[in-house]
């Protein structure tokens, strides 16, 4: 594509027109999100953190694993809490097929009368240490964007659990605290991670028209199919903590919330896939343009909804053997309340993503074809997260983008 062209030019910026109606939209878009925050914000956190799951007069210690009696199950712990410590006989965990070893590290709750009972492994050491090289990984492959990336990722967390979980359990609704959410943590995401450019703008703008549909069929799937009809004993623990929480509207928050990382991750691609075409053809129209871009869109598109259905199968694999193992027809397994709930999110996360694709591919090629040249991406140019620092960097080549 493109046989003379060179990435050492620095392609002019879009229009002044085309900047404004960019901003003028993402202003739209997030003045829409600061009224439904105003609307929905929690009057008070009281809630959090109120409530038990112990017994009264039960609590917690960590403990080591001494050793297994294999004839009774019993086990001997040695209590690490402080001001607790010392060997203790824990009773047997009640699983056959769980073995503990020596050496192992627990969770142990004592109850009133003194016994001790199995609560869980303690995992914070391994997990720690995945996320410590999880991180070093991406800084050390991504960098600068892999920085703007986590920071964003933490904000984005941090949106959810410092607005998000007070605002259902202050009784807001559920949609409107789901649309807030998501688009709020996905400016703050994208535009830390890839920075202030139209190409980020592009596919923000790309991942809320998606997000929209995923809204509108996600309400009247959860209601038609009574989502969830019969709750899952998370839900019916949050009934029983708050009763004013309607679990439908819970089920299309989350619904909407988790479509929006694969929905983010298509839009992304699009929008770099139109901008790479725009730079090496810069003779392209809008048309040709948007059409070359879906062929990329296409692929992408297939890839991503069988890996969609993967990650909900995954997560369900112990729930499908189960219900495997009673006389069920398929049809009757599939409808059923314990799976309808992932076969809706993963219907209405895939339509979503279908209309997404064509939607920022539009957007993107509209930008970039009607101002007759390619539009600058500030990102390529930039040396620090989201800034616009003086390393120059050849203009990656999107690993979506293919000789058309």
Not at 318 to 331: E, G, S
């Amino acid at each position: 594509m493109g046989a003379g062209h060179s990435h050492s030019e620095r392609p002019p910026r879009a229009s002044a027109a085309t900047t404004r109606l960019l901003w003028a939209l993402v202003l739209g878009v997030l003045g829409a999100v600061a009224v439904g925050a105003a609307l929905t914000w929690p009057s008070s956190w009281e809630s959090l953190g109120s409530q038990s799951l112990l017994y009264e007069g039960a609590q917690r210690l960590d403990a080591t694993v001494v050793s297994t009696d294999p004839d009774s199950g019993a086990t001997t712990v040695d209590i690490t809490t402080e001001g607790e410590e010392g060997e203790r006989e824990m009773a047997p965990t009640g699983v056959p097929t769980l073995e503990l070893q020596p050496g192992d590290r627990l969770r142990v709750v004592e109850l009133d009368d003194g016994t001790l009972v199995f609560s869980d492994f303690e995992r914070a050491s391994p997990i720690l240490a995945l996320l410590i090289v999880y991180v070093v990984l991406v800084l050390a492959v991504a960098w600068w964007r892999g920085i703007g990336a986590l920071l964003g990722l933490m904000a984005a967390f941090g949106i959810i659990a410092f607005y998000t979980v007070p605002a259902l359990f202050d009784g807001a609704n559920p949609p409107l605290v789901g649309m807030v959410t998501s688009a709020g943590a996905l400016a703050v995401l994208l535009y830390i991670a890839h920075g202030f450019n139209a190409r980020t703008t592009t596919a923000y703008l790309g991942t809320i028209a998606g997000l929209l549909f995923t809204a509108i069929l996600g309400t009247w799937a959860v209601h038609a199919a009574q989502i969830p009809g019969v709750p899952s004993e998370a839900e019916i623990n949050l009934a029983f903590l708050d009763g004013e929480i309607p679990l439908h509207g819970l089920a299309l928050c989350g619904l909407m919330i988790a479509g929006l990382g694969v929905l983010n991750d298509v839009t992304i691609t699009q929008a770099s896939a139109v901008w790479e075409l725009g730079k090496a053809r810069p003779d392209l129209g809008a048309w040709q343009l948007f059409s070359r871009g879906m062929r990329i869109g296409r692929d992408h598109i297939a890839s991503t909804v069988y890996t969609i259905a993967f990650a909900y199968v995954g997560a369900s694999l112990p729930l499908i053997m189960l219900i495997a193992a009673y006389d069920d027809p398929v049809t009757g397994a599939i409808t059923s309340s314990e799976l309808a709930g992932e076969v809706v999110r993963t219907l209405v996360g895939s339509i979503g993503l279908v209309l997404a694709v064509p939607l920022t591919t539009g957007i993107g090629a509209l930008i970039v074809g009607l101002s007759g040249e390619a539009v600058e991406d500030d990102a390529d140019h930039q040396g620090s997260v989201g800034g616009s620092g003086n390393t120059a960097e050849p203009a990656a080549t999107d690993s979506h983008v293919t000789e058309s």
